[in-house]
């Protein structure tokens, strides 16, 4: 998978999708909160052993 900037518009999202999309939005805003919510010397030692 491959980043791109183009914008996907979907003009008829189905309720299913709109419901999966909203449950990774929660979960990115879960992960950027518990990044933020680290300690710096615990980031560094979580990305030094990942």
Same mark, same amino acid.
């Given at each position: 998978? =491959?980043? *791109?900037?183009? *914008?996907?518009? &979907? $003009?008829? !999202? $189905?309720? @299913? #999708?709109?419901?999966? &999309?909203?449950?990774?939005?929660?979960? @990115?805003? =879960?992960?950027?909160?518990? #990044?933020?919510?680290? @300690? !710096?010397?615990?980031? $560094?030692?979580?990305? &030094?052993?990942?």
């Amino acid at each position: 998978m =491959s980043h *791109t900037e183009e *914008t996907l518009v &979907i $003009s008829k !999202p $189905s309720e @299913k #999708l709109l419901k999966a &999309i909203e449950e990774l939005r929660k979960h @990115k805003l =879960s992960q950027i909160e518990k #990044l933020r919510n680290m @300690k !710096p010397e615990d980031f $560094s030692r979580r990305v &030094i052993l990942s």
